[in-house]
Nanobody, 124 residues
Framework: VQLVESGGGQAQPGDSLTLSCAAS????????IGWFRQAPGKERERVSC????????TYADSVRGRFTIIRDDHKMTVYLQMNNLKPEDAGVYYC??????????????????WGQGTQVTVSA
């Protein structure tokens, strides 16, 4: 059971990046997948999540309207499209999964499968 993130890198304010979370060893169609980020000195926070039953994305207030989460269960991959990046979006981005249907009710500690993270840097 494994999740592998990719797509991070250096961006300027206003740029776009798309992160990918590729799964292996389990069926993503039965898993809730979340994207989390952790900036230096700050706690890990969930920025987005997508349910397995409804395929509906939820977003933190700080990224709503700029980020879009998409799941492709055929490719066993979940994407995070990040537009209009801001310096405060910088950090290590992790994807995580847990068996379940909907995002609501799950905190960070409820996710049991984590990727290794991908770094996103946003600076002029």
């Amino acid at each position: 059971v494994q999740l592998v993130e990719s797509g991070g890198g250096q961006a300027q304010p206003g740029d776009s990046l798309t992160l990918s979370c590729a799964a292996s060893g389990f069926t993503t169609s039965k898993y809730v997948i979340g994207w989390f980020r952790q900036a230096p000195g700050k706690e890990r926070e969930r920025v987005s999540c997508i349910g397995s039953m409804d395929g509906i994305g939820t977003y933190a207030d700080s990224v709503r309207g700029r980020f879009t989460i998409i799941r492709d269960d055929h490719k066993m991959t979940v994407y995070l499209q990040m537009n209009n990046l801001k310096p405060e979006d910088a950090g290590v981005y992790y994807c995580a999964g847990r068996y379940g249907w909907y995002c609501a009710g799950y905190g960070t500690s409820d996710y049991d499968t984590w990727g290794q993270g991908t770094q996103v840097t946003v600076s002029a």
